[in-house]
C-alpha cells in the first residue's frame, strides 16, 4: 500500500501526504473534498528588473573594489539606503542575492570572485575574442542602457552651517540652502552606443518611463530595441563589433514554445500551425 501512494505521487505531482489526508478523508465520511487552490505567489526575483539587478550587482562589486566583506547585512543597507532601488527584507535580500548568482563559500587563501563556472567560461571566451578583434584591428562599439530620474539631486552639496534655523535665514536675508524634490520625478530611460572615438552621433535614444509602472523594461522591449540598432547600424564603421550584455530584449525569441504554464486549447493551436494533426 506504501508504495502505491508513492507511485500515485509521483505519477500525479502531487505530495505524498496529500495522498494521505485525501485516502483518510475519504475511509471516514466516504466523499473527498476538492483541494483548496493555493495562490501563486510571485517570487522576488521576478518582481525586479534587470535594471535594478544591475545596479545591486554593482553595489556588491563595490564591497570588493574597497577590499570588504559584503556581508548580507551590508548588501541590505546600502540597497535600502539608495532611493532608486525597492526596499527589501532580509531573507527577500538573501533569495533574490542568490538568484543572481551569488553563493555563499569558505573563502581560500587565494581568493577570487566566485561566480557560477558557466559565467567564467563566457568572460574567458569574452576576453579572447575581444582581444583577437583588437589585434585585427576592428572597430569596436559598446552599447548599454540606463535609467535617470528628473528629481536626482547631487549626493552631496554646499551648505551654511553659519544659518541655524528658517528664521535665521530669513532674518538675514538667507536661505535654508537647496530644496530637495519632494519626489524622484520622471523616470527617463536612456539607451546609448559609444567607441574609443566616443558616443555615435545622432544614436541617443531617450524617452520617457510610463508611469505607474515597476517594471521599465516592459517600455524597453525587444522590437524598441531593435527598432532603434537598425537605425544604428549605419553609423558605424565597416566590419564592427558591437559589445552588449544579454538583457533580455537584446536576444528576443521570434517564437515562444508552450510551457508546463501554457493552456491545452494554445498547445493544441501551436501544434496545428505546425503541421501537426491533434486528434
Known sequence: MVHLKKVLSEQL????GTIYQTILEYKRSKTISSPNRTKKFINVKDKVDDFDKYAIRRKIHKFWCDREFPTLDKILQVVNEDEDLPDFSLTSMYRLVKSMDFVYVKQGRNS????KTEIV???R???RAIRRYREEGRPIYYLDETWVNAGDVPYKVWCDKSV????DATSKGLTTGAVKPSGKGKRLIVCHIGSEDGFVPDSLLCFESKKNTQDYHDEMNGECFREWLESVLPRLKDNAVIVMDNAPYHSVKQEKCPNVNTRKA???AWLESKGEVVV
Open 13 to 16: 505531482g502531487i505530495g505524498i
Open 112 to 115: 577570487a570572485l566566485i561566480e
Open 121 to 123: 567560461d563566457w568572460w
Open 125 to 127: 571566451r569574452y576576453l
Open 164 to 167: 541655524k534655523s528658517a528664521r
Open 266 to 268: 494554445d498547445i493544441i
